[in-house]
Structure formats: structure tokens, C-alpha cells
């Protein structure tokens, strides 16, 4: 849990940096994949992760500007990797200018349950950490390599000494 500003801008900062490789890892023709018929594609899971964070900031009190045509997915790969560096750049920004860390232990209800700050900021990462999770998948049904987010992906545990990467 974070007791400090500083201990949740680090991690976000980390996990933001892992989104975006992943996300600059994407093509334009891989945002149609979808896991089945009537799935969201990946375009549009990488959209909801990227223009989310405003609205979710925005619903616990934080005056964050918000995020015009959200519902649109873009084409371009390119473009929804270069809003997310701008958007969760912001974040980082406004929850450092607008939260101390005695703010962190003030309780809202968050989503039917009364959560302290510092939870709803550990639920922000979650979520992106979620649905990064179903980029890659769909990255891999599309037939890109994803980025290591954790660790490397199958194709790089060649240059650890591993010619059959464990299952």
C-alpha cells in the first residue's frame, strides 16, 4: 500500500513505462485483433486503458482536464501510444499537485466500498495492468511480439541460454 505521494508515483511511473513499450509495440492493423466475434478489439481495449485514467481521476475528486472523444478509436497505433505518454504523464502530475499523503489515508467510496486514496490509486495501476495483460494476448493473436513486461517473452529466452523456454 502507499503511505507516501512519492511511493505511488514511483510505481505508477514504472508501470507506465511498461504500458508504453508495450503500446509502441502495436500496428496499425493490429487493432482490429479481437479474441472472438463479438469481443472488443484491441485498439479498443488500449483506447479504454489510455483515455480511462482522466475519467477515473476525475470520479475521485481529483481536477484533472478531461479527455474529448474517448469513444472514438483512432486507426493509428502511434496515436494512442503518444496519448497515453501524455495522459498518464498528467496523471503523475496532478495527483502529485492535488494529493498529499495524509490524502492517501482519507476514504471514499470507490465502485460500492469504502476505500482509503491509496487503494483507489493501487485500483488505477490494476486496471492498467489488467487490461495490458489482454493487449499482449491479442498482440500475440495478431502475430507481434509483445514487450517483456515482467519478463522476456519466449522468443528472447535464446539470448538467457534457454533454446526451450519453460511453459
Known amino acids: 500500500m502507499y503511505v507516501t505521494i512519492l511511493d505511488f508515483i514511483k510505481e505508477w511511473n514504472w508501470e507506465a513505462m511498461l504500458t508504453q513499450k508495450v503500446l509502441?509495440?502495436?500496428t496499425d492493423d493490429s487493432l482490429n485483433q479481437k479474441v472472438y466475434t463479438e469481443g472488443r478489439t484491441l485498439g479498443r481495449i488500449a483506447w479504454h486503458l489510455t483515455t480511462n485514467i482522466p475519467e477515473f481521476l476525475a470520479?475521485?475528486?481529483?481536477?484533472?482536464d478531461s479527455f474529448e472523444n474517448g469513444e472514438r478509436v483512432p486507426t493509428s497505433a502511434k496515436e494512442i501510444a503518444e496519448t497515453f505518454k501524455k495522459i498518464s504523464s498528467n496523471a503523475a502530475e496532478v495527483i502529485e499537485q492535488q494529493w498529499t499523503d495524509d490524502s492517501l489515508k482519507q476514504v471514499q467510496n470507490a465502485f460500492g466500498r469504502e476505500n482509503s486514496n491509496a487503494q483507489i490509486l493501487m485500483g488505477l495501476i490494476k486496471h492498467i495492468i489488467h487490461h495490458r495483460g489482454q493487449v499482449t494476448v491479442l498482440m500475440r493473436q495478431a502475430g507481434i511480439k509483445p514487450f517483456g513486461v515482467y519478463g522476456p517473452p519466449k522468443e528472447d529466452w535464446i539470448h538467457f541460454g534457454v533454446e526451450n523456454p519453460p511453459l
Do not use: E
Open 24 to 26: 509502441d509495440g502495436l
Open 59 to 64: 470520479d475521485f475528486g481529483l481536477k484533472v
